[in-house]
């Protein structure tokens, strides 16, 4: 049995339409000397319906983008909308249920509730918006079953792989049909066919006509799966590159408004 996820078809659709839209974002931690300016202007458009992967070497700003994007972060200057929202705009109570309603986060830690089974973990999201318990483990027991964890909902999180943790993750984040899936290092504990089953679910999930989805990742077994790569170093992104009906990337051109550069 697979688990039976919702199409929100009544959530009106422009044909193209931008989910995410960042003019000139920019992010520092620390003051003074120790200042480091994790994003310094980011320019990016993602398109609703699509898989964007966000690619650069390790402390280029990636995590921090898609914890800004997610509402965990707050930017310091620069336009950020997602799906028509201005996260700076909203209360924190207001950012908290915008979070609960729309958005799925596979950690690269995992971040599950040892106290909680595997079940109970992947149900949280459901039961956050008012699902019954009961009613929320068993579509966790669903979802699990579709990811390899059939008669795992059980167990404690502990007692699992760094690669079983990881689809537990993936499971809590995908559990609630959110209309934005952001992903830092979604197949990093897994091998190769896992990868390829983990990141196609994910990838079905991109394609739904309200939905986006937003990866960090340094696997490039993935990267065919992506419709745009967004290529990150120093906290700017640096160029643009578009997949092909997912075949090696090609050339991408860019909106006239958007002042990044497209790889050759």
């Given at each position: 049995m697979t688990s039976e996820f919702t199409n929100h078809t009544s959530t009106p659709v422009i044909e193209h339409a931008t989910a995410i839209r960042l003019r000139g974002v920019t992010k520092t931690f620390g003051r003074g000397e120790s200042a480091v300016k994790a994003l310094q202007g980011i320019d990016l458009d993602v398109t609703v319906g699509e898989l964007t992967m966000l690619v650069g070497p390790s402390g280029c700003g990636k995590t921090t983008l898609i914890s800004i994007l997610a509402g965990l972060l707050s930017r310091d200057s620069g336009e950020l909308t997602v799906f028509g929202t201005d996260l700076a705009a909203l209360r924190r109570d207001r950012l908290a249920a915008w979070r609960r309603d729309n958005v799925g986060f596979i950690f690269q830690q995992f971040n599950l509730v040892p106290q909680l089974t595997v079940a109970e973990n992947v149900s949280i999201p459901l039961v956050l918006k008012g699902e019954s318990v009961a009613a929320a483990v068993r579509k966790a027991n669903d979802l699990l079953m579709t990811l390899g964890l059939e008669g795992r909902g059980k167990s404690a999180p502990l007692k699992l792989s760094g690669g079983q943790q990881q689809r537990v993750a993936i499971a809590r984040a995908l559990i609630h049909e959110p209309r934005l899936l952001v992903c830092d290092e979604p197949t990093s504990?897994?091998?190769?066919?896992?990868?390829r089953r983990v990141m196609e679910l994910i990838r079905g999930r991109?394609?739904?006509p309200d939905r986006a989805v937003?990866?960090?990742?340094?696997?490039?077994r993935i990267f065919h799966l992506a419709d745009t790569i967004a290529h990150i170093d120093d906290g700017r992104i640096d160029h643009l590159t578009r997949g092909s009906s997912h075949e090696p990337s090609s050339q991408v051109t860019p909106r006239p408004d958007s002042p990044t550069r497209v790889q050759p």
């Open positions: 504990a897994l091998d190769a066919e896992l990868g991109s394609t739904r937003v990866v960090v990742t340094h696997d490039n």
